[in-house]
């Protein structure tokens, strides 16, 4: 069944640019979800189905999905940003919803 | 306001049960898709199961498949998980969350606050 990979973690310094990629065979023919979590707080939902933002979630936060990688860009980093990220997809053929394994976002 | 509250954790000794419950407000429950996502100490989010609510469609992941159930009670607006034959690594926090809409491949948006799961001898 489809696997999503996510690097364990990654650094950008304030004001930057971060990108955290999930991969996955053919991930682009998927719809990809992703989420923010914070210490001791449920997920929130900041991407779905690829690039749609959610009411409330900041103009920072897009996303973009093709080939083997679907990309979650968070511009302009703040330190409230610090968090977890999922990625996540139905996978019809299992059907089976699937989880990337998470990428810690640190603010330097 | 949609809320999801969720009830029935707690410490359940290997090879037990226990039913979680999901309470939900201030959407129509039938609209949408249910969920429940665990999550083990220190681990990342790992999926339960699915439940279509209006056509009672349900969804496993093979590590509970055979063990746990979920149904849903649209008289009562509650999501239930029942699980059985319990072991240590189903250990976690246990979020009901609700889908965008009734379909499974879209995003999940409400969560509950979750509630803990404990299997120990």
């Known amino acids: 069944s489809l696997v999503l990979t996510q690097p364990p973690s990654v650094s950008v310094a304030p004001g930057k640019t971060a990108r955290i990629t999930c991969g996955g065979d053919?991930?682009?023919?998927?719809?990809v979800h992703w989420y923010q979590q914070k210490p001791g707080q449920a997920p929130v939902l900041v991407i779905y189905y690829d690039s749609g933002r959610p009411s409330g979630i900041s103009e920072r936060f897009s996303g973009s999905n093709s080939g083997s990688t679907a990309t979650l860009t968070i511009s302009g980093v703040e330190a409230g940003d610090e968090a977890d990220y999922y990625c996540q997809v139905w996978d019809s053929s299992s059907l089976h919803v699937v989880f990337g394994g998470g990428t810690k976002l640190t603010v330097l | 306001e949609e809320q999801l509250l969720e009830s029935g954790g707690g410490l359940v000794q290997p090879g037990g049960s226990l039913r979680l419950s999901c309470a939900v407000s201030g959407f129509t429950f039938t609209n949408y898709a249910m969920n429940w996502v665990r999550q083990a100490p220190g681990r990342g989010l790992e999926w339960v199961s699915s439940?279509?609510?209006?056509?009672?469609?349900?969804y496993y992941s093979d590590s509970v498949k055979g063990r746990f159930t979920i149904s849903g009670d649209k008289s009562k607006l509650t999501l239930h998980l029942q699980m059985n034959s319990l072991r240590a690594d189903d250990t976690a926090v246990y979020y009901c969350?609700?889908?965008?809409?009734?379909?499974?491949?879209?995003?999940?948006?409400?969560w509950g606050q979750g509630t803990m799961v404990t299997v120990s001898s």
């Open positions: 439940f279509t609510v209006s056509g009672g469609n349900t």
């Open positions: 969350v609700q889908s965008r809409s009734k379909f499974l491949n879209d995003a999940f948006d409400i």
């Open positions: 053919d991930i682009g023919s998927y719809s």
